[in-house]
C-alpha cells in the first residue's frame, strides 16, 4: 500500500467497521429501519426513523411508541431507546421535530409536530391503536405533551426524560392528565429550574410542580406509583444518576423507561430492562466518526499527491518561537482561555443582535458563528501583540480552497453512503455528523462566510504564533490540541464538577449553553488535528483553515434547529 494512500484506506475500513457494528445492533433480531416523511399540520412535511419489529403486519398488530428527541438533536438521538423498545415488539416512530434534521422549519412550531407524529403513527395498520406509548426527551417532552392535548384518546401511557409538564410550552399536568405518567428526571439535571422549578435536580421530588401532578402535598417517593395504571391515573417518578444530556447514553434512564411501558402497555416482548444492547450502536457510529476524522486526512494527503495539487505540498519553513518562554505561554493561554471567556457573553451578543431571520434562520448557529468572528478579531490582535519570529505561511489561496472542497467532497460521500446503505450517521451521544437536506445546504452556504472568516484567522494564529523550533510531531499536536481545546476542558471539568457538588452549574441560569459547550470539546480536537496535519505538509495554514471551515458549517447547520421558514 503507497505511503499517500494508507491512511484513507485506514479510514474507510474503520468506518465500515463502525457501520456493521452500529447496523447490526441496530437491526437485532430482525428489527427494519425506514426513513419516513409524512404530512402534518399546514403542509409541514416531517421526518423520522421507523422502527418495526419482525413478524408484524396488520393481521399481527404490535403496540407503538412515538420517542422525540429534545431541542437541537434530530431523530437519531433517541435511537437507545428506539433500538430497545424496537427489540421488545413495539413498533417505534423517532420523529424529527419540526425546525429540526429533515423535518420542515420553522423549529416550535405545529406543536412541535407531535400531533402529527401521533396521527401518523396511529394510521398505520400495524399498529395496535390500544397501546400506544409517548416518549420525549427535553423539549419532546413537550412534544408528547402536544401530542397528547391535541389526542387525549390517542395513547395509553407517557414517558417524559428530562422534561415537565407545564410552562414554558406545554399544558399544566393534574392527577388525570396526561394518562399514566412516569417522570424520569435525572439527579444531575441542569435544566431543573426550567422543568421544576427547583434549583437542585435533587429536590424534585419536593417540587409543588411535580407534587400537584402526583397529587400529594408531600416529597415524591422515586420508584412508588401514585394513583391507578387501569384508570390511567398513575405517576411514577425516576431518578437516574446522570445529567440532562446523559439521559441518551444512560442504561439506567432508558430502562426506566422500558419498565414504565411494560406496566403500562400491553402486547410487548418480556425482556427485563436490564439487557440492553444500544451501547454497542454508539460505539459502532463512534467508531464510524474516527474514521470519518482519518478519510478526510488520508483523502487530504492522496489529494497532495496528484499533479494537480502537488505544488501546494511543502514544508514549514520557519517558527514563530525559539522555544516556549513567557510570551509563548502567554500567547498559548489566550488562545485557550479567551473563547471560553467570552462564551457565554459572545453567545449572548450574538442573540440579541442577530435574531433568526430569512438570511441567518438558525438562531445558535448564528450565536456560535458571532462567537466564533469576534475571537478569531480578538487572536488575530494578539497575533500582532505577542508575535515572535515572523513566518509566511499563506500559500496558494485557489489551490487551498480547491483541495479543502475535494478533500471535505469525499468525506461526504461516505457520510451519504452509510446513511444509505447503513440508516446511521456518524456519532457519538449528542456529537454528530450527518447528511445535510438541500434546505440545510442553502443555509450553510450563507454560515460558511463568518465560519471560514474565524478558521483563517484563528489558524493563522495558531500557526504562525505558537509554533516552537525543534518541536516533534508529537509535541506539535498536542500543542494545537491544547491551544484550541484546553479552555472547554477545563471549562466544562470546572462546571460539572461544580454540579457534583453543589447540585447544580456554576453557571446555573446558562444550562443551554453549557450543554452546547460539551461539543466543543471533541470538534475543537478534530480542528486543531486537522489544521495541524495540513500545516505540515503543505507550510500553509489556509488549506486547513478552508477543510474545517467547510466542516465545522456543514457539522453546526446539520445538527442545529431552524427557528425561521425558508
Known amino acids: 500500500m503507497k505511503r499517500h494512500t494508507r491512511l484513507f484506506h485506514v479510514?474507510?475500513?474503520?468506518?465500515?467497521?463502525?457501520?456493521?457494528?452500529?447496523?447490526?445492533?441496530?437491526?437485532?433480531?430482525?428489527?427494519?429501519?425506514?426513513?419516513?416523511?409524512?404530512?402534518?399540520?399546514?403542509?409541514?412535511?416531517?421526518?423520522?426513523?421507523?422502527?418495526?419489529?419482525p413478524g408484524v403486519s396488520a393481521e399481527n398488530k404490535a403496540p407503538g411508541i412515538l420517542a422525540v428527541h429534545g431541542y437541537i438533536n434530530s431523530r437519531e438521538t433517541q435511537s437507545g431507546f428506539a433500538i430497545e423498545y424496537a427489540r421488545r415488539g413495539y413498533v417505534v416512530l423517532a420523529l424529527d421535530q419540526t425546525g429540526h434534521g429533515y423535518s420542515d422549519a420553522p423549529a416550535f412550531s405545529n406543536g412541535f409536530g407531535g400531533p402529527a407524529g401521533l396521527a401518523?403513527?396511529?394510521?398505520?395498520?400495524?399498529?395496535?391503536?390500544?397501546?400506544?406509548?409517548?416518549?420525549?426527551?427535553?423539549?419532546?417532552?413537550?412534544?408528547?405533551?402536544?401530542?397528547?392535548?391535541?389526542?387525549?384518546?390517542?395513547?395509553?401511557?407517557?414517558?417524559?426524560?428530562?422534561?415537565?409538564?407545564?410552562?414554558?410550552?406545554?399544558?399544566?399536568?393534574?392527577?388525570?392528565?396526561?394518562?399514566?405518567?412516569a417522570v424520569v428526571f435525572s439527579k444531575y439535571d441542569e435544566f431543573s429550574q426550567l422543568m421544576w422549578n427547583v434549583d437542585r435536580a435533587q429536590d424534585v421530588a419536593t417540587s409543588p410542580k411535580l407534587q400537584a401532578v402526583f397529587g400529594t402535598t408531600d416529597a415524591v417517593v422515586p420508584g412508588q406509583i401514585y394513583g391507578d395504571i387501569a384508570a390511567g391515573t398513575a405517576r411514577q417518578l425516576q431518578t437516574p444518576n446522570t445529567t440532562h444530556p446523559g439521559d441518551h447514553i444512560s442504561p439506567e434512564a432508558?430502562?426506566?423507561?422500558?419498565?414504565?411501558?411494560?406496566?403500562?402497555?400491553?402486547?410487548?416482548?418480556?425482556?427485563?430492562?436490564?439487557?440492553?444492547?444500544?451501547?454497542?450502536?454508539?460505539?459502532?457510529?463512534?467508531i464510524a466518526l474516527v474514521g470519518f476524522v482519518a478519510v478526510l486526512a488520508g483523502a487530504f494527503e492522496m489529494l497532495l499527491a496528484a499533479p494537480a495539487f502537488a505544488h501546494l505540498r511543502r514544508e514549514p519553513v520557519a517558527h514563530a518561537h525559539a522555544a516556549r518562554g513567557g510570551k509563548w505561554w502567554l500567547a498559548f493561554a489566550i488562545s485557550a482561555f479567551v473563547?471560553?471567556?467570552?462564551?457565554?457573553?459572545?453567545?449572548?451578543?450574538?442573540?440579541?443582535?442577530?435574531?433568526?431571520?430569512?438570511?441567518?434562520?438558525?438562531?445558535?448557529?448564528?450565536q456560535i458563528a458571532f462567537w466564533a468572528v469576534l475571537n478569531g478579531l480578538i487572536v488575530?490582535?494578539?497575533?500582532?501583540?505577542?508575535?515572535?519570529?515572523?513566518?509566511?505561511?499563506?500559500?496558494?489561496?485557489?489551490?487551498?480552497?480547491?483541495?479543502?472542497l475535494a478533500t471535505v467532497g469525499i468525506g461526504y460521500l461516505f457520510v451519504i453512503a452509510a446513511d444509505?446503505?447503513?440508516?446511521?450517521?456518524?456519532?457519538?451521544?449528542?456529537?454528530?455528523?450527518?447528511?445535510?437536506?438541500?434546505?440545510?445546504?442553502?443555509?450553510?452556504?450563507?454560515?460558511?462566510?463568518?465560519?471560514?472568516?474565524?478558521?483563517?484567522?484563528?489558524?493563522?494564529?495558531?500557526?504562525?504564533?505558537?509554533?516552537?523550533?525543534?518541536?516533534?510531531?508529537?509535541?506539535?499536536?498536542?500543542?494545537?490540541?491544547?491551544?484550541?481545546?484546553?479552555?472547554?476542558?477545563?471549562?466544562?471539568?470546572?462546571?460539572?464538577?461544580w454540579l457534583l457538588f453543589n447540585g447544580h452549574l456554576f453557571s446555573i441560569?446558562?444550562?443551554?449553553?453549557?450543554?452546547?459547550?460539551?461539543?466543543?470539546?471533541?470538534?475543537?480536537?478534530?480542528?486543531?488535528?486537522?489544521?495541524?496535519?495540513?500545516?505540515?505538509?503543505?507550510?500553509?495554514?489556509?488549506?486547513?483553515?478552508?477543510?474545517?471551515?467547510?466542516?465545522?458549517?456543514?457539522?453546526?447547520?446539520?445538527?442545529?434547529?431552524?427557528?425561521?421558514?425558508?
Open 254 to 286: 432508558i430502562g426506566y423507561s422500558i419498565d414504565w411501558f411494560a406496566q403500562t402497555l400491553e402486547g410487548a416482548k418480556p425482556i427485563p430492562s436490564s439487557d440492553q444492547i444500544w451501547l454497542w450502536k454508539e460505539i459502532g457510529t463512534l
Open 339 to 366: 473563547p471560553v471567556i467570552s462564551y457565554y457573553a459572545f453567545l449572548s451578543w450574538g442573540g440579541s443582535l442577530l435574531p433568526a431571520s430569512a438570511i441567518l434562520p438558525q438562531a445558535i448557529t448564528t
Open 420 to 497: 444509505f446503505l447503513f440508516k446511521i450517521d456518524f456519532r457519538f451521544w449528542v456529537v454528530a455528523l450527518k447528511p445535510l437536506s438541500l434546505l440545510q445546504l442553502k443555509i450553510a452556504l450563507v454560515y460558511l462566510v463568518p465560519f471560514a472568516v474565524f478558521f483563517v484567522l484563528a489558524l493563522r494564529g495558531l500557526h504562525t504564533g505558537l509554533s516552537v523550533r525543534g518541536d516533534g510531531r508529537l509535541v506539535q499536536y498536542l500543542g494545537n490540541i491544547g491551544a484550541l481545546a484546553l479552555g472547554f476542558l477545563v471549562f466544562l471539568a470546572f462546571q460539572y464538577g
Open 11 to 53: 479510514g474507510w475500513v474503520v468506518i465500515l467497521l463502525g457501520a456493521l457494528i452500529a447496523h447490526f445492533v441496530q437491526t437485532s433480531g430482525g428489527v427494519s429501519i425506514r426513513d419516513i416523511r409524512f404530512n402534518g399540520a399546514n403542509g409541514t412535511v416531517l421526518s423520522g426513523l421507523l422502527y418495526v419489529p
Open 120 to 181: 401518523y403513527l396511529r394510521s398505520l395498520d400495524i399498529v395496535d391503536l390500544d397501546n400506544i406509548g409517548l416518549e420525549g426527551h427535553s423539549m419532546g417532552g413537550w412534544t408528547i405533551l402536544a401530542a397528547a392535548g391535541a389526542m387525549p384518546d390517542g395513547y395509553k401511557a407517557m414517558v417524559l426524560e428530562g422534561s415537565s409538564t407545564g410552562a414554558p410550552f406545554a399544558a399544566d399536568g393534574t392527577t388525570s392528565w396526561p394518562r399514566n405518567l
Open 380 to 404: 488575530f490582535a494578539v497575533g500582532f501583540v505577542l508575535k515572535g519570529d515572523k513566518v509566511s505561511a499563506r500559500g496558494d489561496i485557489l489551490g487551498s480552497l480547491l483541495i479543502a
Open 509 to 566: 441560569n446558562e444550562p443551554l449553553n453549557t450543554v452546547i459547550a460539551i461539543q466543543f470539546l471533541p470538534l475543537m480536537a478534530i480542528v486543531a488535528f486537522l489544521s495541524t496535519f495540513a500545516y505540515r505538509r503543505t507550510g500553509s495554514y489556509l488549506p486547513g483553515a478552508f477543510i474545517n471551515a467547510l466542516f465545522v458549517t456543514w457539522y453546526v447547520v446539520a445538527g442545529q434547529a431552524t427557528q425561521f421558514p425558508v
